[in-house]
């Protein structure tokens, strides 16, 4: 049992050594960015240099080992235009898009949890129609489109809230909203029917039967093994927060990764995108892990069940 | 004497006595014949400016018109036959990612669940890979590099999803092979390929459609995502996606410039989520009533 954490890493680690590869393939897809780097009437000489010195004329393994040691030491190249360490550009934006996607995601478990809840012990009821619709009106709103709408009445019609930006937690509110919107809908959908499992199960007959408060069998034996999958999905869905907030971040001028991956794409300024992406997906699987980490230690049952066969 | 009805049958039945999934047909029946055949009974240009008309509300609003119903952009072009021209590549971007993805799903995943062994190890890696790299920033960073074209749009959504149907496939290849009827098929020697056809394919076939109509809609969000940030089908052909970002800059003067576009893909998205639930719960009874 000892052993899973390991074996949970060893395939992160190798999840990660993929990521670089791919990340690496797909620079390279942009060909030579020699004639995007110097001007037009660039000298001979000046490309030889420039080849050299981007290492352009060794051949490809070679490249990519010294792309994995150089970013291994915390070097993941330079932006085209100000030459800038693109670590740095990276590392100084990864905060705001971090308080986005946790703040999203924070939000949406608070409100999906008791709307599945009620949805499964109220089930056929008025309060479970109303939430099941909402919820397959959220799955069908694309973000950025809520983000607009929100714009146009809290901001431009009530003038409640800041349009974009960020520092203050009024400018948090709409694009959190928006981004965790689909989430809300998600959540409840997989609470209501997690709910509806567990509460036929005989521990739950059991703990009716001995008197239990309704209260305590809800919350005490049903919502805890039934929020189990909702951690599952979350820490997939981070990744769609990840790639949604590319867009949200565009939408409310919020300084964060995505925005400057948008940028860097607009500005052909491959290193950054590159990285900016990769170092996202690294986020993602770091998040994977430590959920799976956590998860065994929550219920070891599960576990060693799944992987150690 | 009453027949017992054949499977096929029944699942039909189930699913056309589920109301929403009925709804939800007949919803997207509708949208289908908005953007592939009204547009032709209309004869609007999408692309045809006006200056003299710009900014024209919808017609239910003062000053609007009904000759353009849900009013004009900033160029002066109809907005009704730009959101149902625009439909026109969401749909088809969605069908032909999933009938890609489906695809290679469904050929990846019988291999690995069927054959198992270092096969299965192989392609159930390389997608866990894929899995592990979130699938808006695979699509932006090829994009990114290889320009936006349908055809790059397509192969790429295409690519960051098909693990999704190889993960489904392999699980319903793996029970259908454990099956009594699949080891007296082999025992007797019937080539591999004609067990697959005959014998696992059929069961493979429901759970792939519930999730390539699930899939599908969010193939539209994502086109609709790429085109909003400029990486989707070129200008000047309109897609939601491009309606929406053209509207954000005039959400001050004309509101239904980012508004209906937005709802058009909102329908449809919930026509497809809606008979996506139908096909769900009349392929498996059991789960009815939600499973998300």
Same mark, same amino acid.
């Given at each position: 049992m000892s052993r899973y954490p390991l074996r949970r890493l060893l395939h992160a680690v190798l999840i990660v050594a993929g990521i670089s590869v791919i990340s690496f393939f797909f620079l390279h897809l942009t060909g030579d960015p020699v004639g995007l780097i110097l001007p037009q009437d660039a000298t001979r000489e000046q490309i030889e240099t420039l080849r050299r010195d981007l290492r352009l004329d060794e051949p490809i393994l070679a490249q990519y080992l010294h792309f994995v040691t150089s970013a291994l030491q915390g070097d993941m190249g330079r932006s085209i235009y100000t030459r800038e360490p693109v670590l740095g550009?990276?590392?100084?934006?990864?905060?705001?898009?971090?308080?986005?996607?946790?703040?999203?995601?924070? $939000?949406?478990? =608070?409100?999906?949890?008791?709307?599945?809840?009620?949805?499964?012990?109220?089930?056929?009821?008025?309060?479970?129609?109303?939430?099941?619709?909402?919820?397959?009106?959220?799955?069908?709103?694309?973000?950025?489109?809520?983000?607009?709408?929100?714009?146009?009445?809290?901001?431009?019609?009530?003038?409640?809230?800041?349009?974009?930006?960020?520092?203050?937690?009024?400018?948090?509110?709409? &694009?959190?909203?928006?981004?965790?919107?689909?989430?809300?809908?998600?959540?409840?959908?997989?609470?209501?029917?997690?709910m509806l499992e567990v509460l036929g199960q005989d521990y739950v007959r059991t703990a009716r039967a001995k008197g239990l408060s309704e209260t305590m069998v809800v919350g005490k034996h049903a919502l805890r093994n039934a929020l189990i999958p909702l951690v599952t999905v979350a820490a997939m869905e981070f990744g769609f927060l990840l790639g949604g907030a590319v867009i949200i971040e565009t939408v409310f001028a919020w300084p964060g990764v995505g925005r400057l991956i948008v940028q860097s794409i607009l500005d052909r300024d491959y290193p950054v995108v590159q990285a900016a992406v990769m170092m996202l997906a690294i986020v993602f699987v770091v998040v994977n892990l430590a959920v799976d980490l956590l998860y065994t230690w929550l219920d070891p049952n599960i576990s060693l069940g799944r992987t150690d066969k | 004497m009453p027949q017992a009805p054949r499977p096929a049958d029944s699942w039909r039945r189930r699913f056309w006595a589920h109301r929403s999934a009925v709804i939800g047909g007949g919803l997207f029946a509708a949208i289908l014949f908005g953007c592939f055949v009204l547009p032709m009974l209309l004869g609007t240009n999408p692309t045809a400016t006006s200056l003299l008309h710009r900014f024209e509300p919808p017609v239910w609003m003062e000053d609007g018109a009904l000759t353009n119903p849900l009013g004009t952009d900033n160029l002066g072009r109809d907005l009704?036959?730009?959101? *149902?021209? !625009?439909?026109? =590549?969401?749909?088809?971007?969605? $069908?032909?990612?999933?009938?890609?993805?489906?695809?290679?799903?469904?050929?990846?995943?019988? *291999?690995?669940?069927?054959?198992?062994?270092?096969?299965?190890?192989?392609?159930?890696?390389? !997608?866990? $890979?894929?899995?592990? %790299?979130?699938?808006?920033?695979?699509?932006?960073?090829?994009?990114?590099?290889?320009? &936006?074209?349908? $055809?790059?749009?397509?192969?790429?959504?295409?690519?960051?999803?098909?693990?999704? %149907?190889?993960?489904?496939?392999?699980?319903?290849?793996?029970?259908a092979r454990e099956r009594e009827y699949v080891a007296a098929a082999r025992s007797i020697g019937t080539p591999d390929l004609h067990i697959l056809r005959l014998h696992i394919l059929p069961n493979v076939l429901s759970p792939v459609l519930v999730l390539a109509t699930v899939r599908a809609a969010n193939y539209i969000i994502w086109e609709s995502g790429l085109s909003f940030l400029g990486m989707g089908v070129p200008p000047p052909t309109p897609t939601w996606g491009m309606l929406l970002a053209e509207g954000r800059d005039f959400i001050l003067d004309a509101w239904w410039l980012a508004t209906l576009p937005g709802i058009a893909i909102m329908l449809t998205i919930l026509s497809i989520n809606l008979i996506g639930d139908g096909l769900r719960d009349a392929f498996d009874p059991r789960l009815k009533g939600g499973r998300a």
């Open positions: 550009l990276i590392l100084e934006r990864l905060p705001a898009t971090l308080e986005l996607a946790l703040t999203a995601l924070a $939000l949406s478990l =608070v409100i999906a949890i008791p709307m599945g809840v009620i949805a499964a012990l109220r089930r056929g009821g008025w309060l479970d129609t109303i939430s099941m619709t909402l919820a397959l009106f959220g799955l069908s709103m694309p973000h950025f489109w809520l983000g607009i709408m929100l714009i146009m009445l809290f901001s431009v019609q009530l003038n409640w809230l800041p349009t974009s930006g960020r520092g203050t937690w009024e400018q948090l509110i709409m &694009p959190s909203v928006a981004l965790g919107a689909s989430l809300v809908a998600l959540f409840a959908r997989l609470t209501r029917s997690a | 009704l036959i730009r959101i *149902l021209v !625009g439909g026109q =590549v969401s749909l088809m971007v969605a $069908l032909a990612t999933v009938t890609v993805a489906v695809s290679v799903g469904l050929i990846l995943g019988t *291999l690995a669940g069927y054959f198992g062994g270092w096969v299965d190890t192989i392609i159930m890696r390389v !997608g866990d $890979l894929f899995l592990a %790299y979130p699938f808006m920033l695979l699509t932006i960073s090829v994009i990114a590099i290889l320009g &936006p074209s349908l $055809l790059v749009i397509v192969l790429v959504l295409a690519l960051s999803d098909w693990v999704t %149907y190889a993960r489904t496939v392999r699980g319903s290849v793996l029970s």
